[in-house]
């Protein structure tokens, strides 16, 4: 089946720093990938989306590139907050909406 | 805050008993999922269901069972517990056309 990976398990990073997660994908026929966030104890939370026919999209704080050439995906948060600290998934989103699949997370943590 | 709610929150429950884990929805959304999610581990889908009445197996086998007989409810489940059925049971819903699912709180469900 397909596959959505993340390329590192834990990410440390310092109060006011950039941070950049990444995530490797196989299947070249996904319409949409989308990053969530998931903090201790909660369900996932939408962060941002970005259709396959794009290379860049930004929202607040966060900005989503999209490498279609090597099937890399990554999510850069500028600024990152002691509140950022969670673990991202990206997924993935193909033919009309109905399945997602999930990577494996990457843990981010965020020193003050 | 999402309007998707799981019950319970947490459940121990002896091996062969029968269980429910109950996911519901005020947003009206006619696409519900149920993931299963062991800890720091990525999402996979086990079941989901288009609207009332449809219901589908996701891409993880489950011993699990669903049903929708109402638009905001997806109850899930188990007709004999097993200790292999620990993990974290996610219900998320989502609007038609978009990428934004809704995710709940989650079940923990650990099966002695």
């Known amino acids: 089946g397909e596959s959505v990976g993340l390329h590192l398990p834990t990410l440390s990073v310092q109060e006011g720093d950039n941070s950049i997660i990444n995530c490797a994908y196989s299947?070249?026929?996904?319409?949409?990938f989308i990053w969530y966030k998931q903090e201790s104890g909660k369900g996932p939370q939408f962060i941002i989306d970005?259709?396959?026919?794009?290379d860049k999209r930004q929202g607040q704080r966060v900005t989503v590139l999209l490498n279609k050439t090597v099937k890399h995906l990554s999510l850069q948060i500028a600024a990152t907050q002691p509140g950022d600290s969670a673990v991202y998934f990206c997924a993935e989103n193909k033919g009309s909406f109905n399945k997602f699949y999930f990577g494996s997370g990457t843990k981010l943590n965020v020193k003050p | 805050e999402a309007d998707i709610y799981q019950t319970p929150r947490y459940l121990v429950i002896g091996t062969g008993k029968k269980i429910t884990l109950e996911c519901s929805q005020t947003?009206?959304?006619?696409?519900m999922y149920w993931y299963q999610q062991d800890p720091g581990m990525e999402l996979h889908l086990i079941h989901y269901s288009y609207g009332v009445n449809s219901t589908e197996k996701g891409d993880l086998s489950s011993e699990s069972t669903v049903s929708r007989i109402r638009t905001e409810h997806f109850p899930l489940t188990l007709e004999s517990a097993r200790p292999s059925h620990t993990s974290q049971y996610l219900c998320?819903?989502?609007?038609?056309?978009?990428?934004?699912?809704?995710f709940g709180q989650g079940t923990r469900l650990t099966v002695v």
């Open positions: 299947n070249s026929a996904s319409d949409y």
């Open positions: 998320a819903s989502r609007e038609q056309g978009t990428t934004e699912a809704f």
């Open positions: 947003m009206g959304h006619d696409k």
């Open positions: 970005i259709r396959s026919n794009m």
